[in-house]
């Protein structure tokens, strides 16, 4: 079974940094890429970042580009997410899922997207 266990969320500072894990089992975890979500109340759920299998290659939404940084560690099947320099308009649950790594794909994560984690709440106050 594909499962996939976002955590790592938090109450922090303006400016405060956060890092997620997600923690992946019940599949072949190198051949996959993984990609992180988030979701603020009201508003449809946004591409943030995602790190391919094979090549290593990432995606950042504009957004969190030279905030966020994401990296995988295969030996312990994990993809984490580390948040820099929060603003407020991070706070969002986010959520990581098994799918294709490219930019048309980060923009429809509903239909490339078939895993998902349970997400894990982020809220930056200022």
């Known amino acids: 079974e594909v499962q996939l266990q976002a955590s790592g969320g938090g109450l922090v500072q303006f400016g405060g940094s956060l890092r997620l894990s997600c923690a992946a089992s019940?599949?072949?975890?190198?051949?996959?890429?993984i990609g992180w979500f988030r979701q603020a109340p009201g508003k449809e759920r946004e591409g943030v970042s995602c790190?391919?299998?094979?090549?290593?290659?990432?995606y950042y939404a504009d957004s969190v580009k030279g905030r966020f940084t994401i990296s995988r560690d295969n030996a312990k099947n994990t993809v984490y997410l580390q948040m820099n320099s929060l603003k407020p308009e991070d706070t969002a649950v986010y959520y990581c899922?098994?799918?294709?790594?490219?930019?048309?794909?980060?923009?429809?994560?509903?239909?490339?997207?078939?895993?998902w984690g349970q997400g894990t709440q982020v809220t930056v106050s200022s």
């Open positions: 899922a098994r799918g294709p790594c490219r930019g048309a794909t980060m923009t429809s994560p509903a239909r490339f997207f078939k895993y």
């Open positions: 019940g599949f072949a975890f190198d051949d996959y890429a």
């Open positions: 790190h391919s299998s094979t090549f290593g290659n990432t």
